[in-house]
């Protein structure tokens, strides 16, 4: 499978924990998004990079949430001292930089309790 | 302020029917609109968009943006198609690279 890969797929966590969430993306692909989708609603932009560089943060993002791209590559997403309104759907997506399309993952489906 | 709005979150309707998926948005300037789509189990994918002016799987979409609408269009609805549809609008300036999802409409369509 050649699409843009997300790990875990689930993650439940106590709150207070931190966790942590990986994405692949496809691999010519610079761009790299995150979005959370809570039930209901559509997803809602959190923040992208192209390669290394995070471009773009939303007001959702606050301060315990933070993500990274080291290389490039894959992006990780980590929320600090998680909340019961953390729990919701994470999606990653990619797209090359001329690419109207971005390409989701499967998402990692996060529950604190 | 960037805003999709879909004003149906369900809409079903019988094999062979047309179906029409409602999509409004808020935006100066012109938008660039695409629609989603994510069947049961499956991730989310792209539909079409309003650039290439194609047909998806029957599907089409017009920008009316005298209306500011983008809606979803199928002559003849199959059980294949039901799924969960999102308009998203593409972010501009600032928001660039950020797409603005409308909160979906789950078409179902029943044999």
């Known amino acids: 499978d050649t699409g843009v890969s997300q790990n875990p797929r689930h993650k439940i966590t106590k709150r207070g924990q931190n966790v942590t969430f990986r994405c692949d993306p496809i691999?010519?692909?610079?761009?790299l998004y995150w979005y959370r989708q809570t039930l209901g609603q559509g997803p809602e932009f959190l923040t992208y990079?192209?390669?290394?560089?995070?471009?773009?943060k939303s007001r959702l993002l606050s301060d315990r949430f933070s993500a990274e791209r080291p290389k490039g590559s894959f992006s990780t997403l980590e929320i600090q001292r998680t909340e019961q309104g953390d729990s919701a759907m994470y999606l990653c997506a990619s797209t090359k930089d001329t690419s109207y399309e971005q390409y989701f993952g499967p998402g990692t489906r996060l529950t604190v309790t | 302020a960037q805003r999709v709005t879909q004003p149906e979150k369900l809409l079903s309707v019988f094999k062979g029917a047309p179906v029409e998926l409602k999509c409004n948005y808020s935006?100066?300037?012109?938008?660039?609109l695409f629609w989603y789509v994510q069947y049961s189990r499956q991730r989310l994918q792209l539909l079409l968009r309003?650039?290439s002016r194609e047909s998806i799987k029957g599907f089409t979409a017009d920008l009316n943006k005298g209306e500011t609408s983008f809606h979803l269009k199928k002559p003849f609805a199959q059980e294949e198609d039901s799924a969960m549809y999102y308009c998203?609008?593409?972010?501009?300036?600032?928001?660039?690279?950020?797409?603005?999802f409308g909160r979906g409409t789950q078409l179902t369509v029943w044999p």
């Open positions: 309003h650039i």
């Open positions: 935006y100066s300037g012109s938008p660039e």
């Open positions: 990079f192209q390669n290394e560089a995070q471009l773009e």
């Open positions: 691999s010519e692909h610079n761009r």
């Open positions: 998203a609008l593409k972010g501009r300036g600032s928001t660039l690279g950020r797409l603005y």
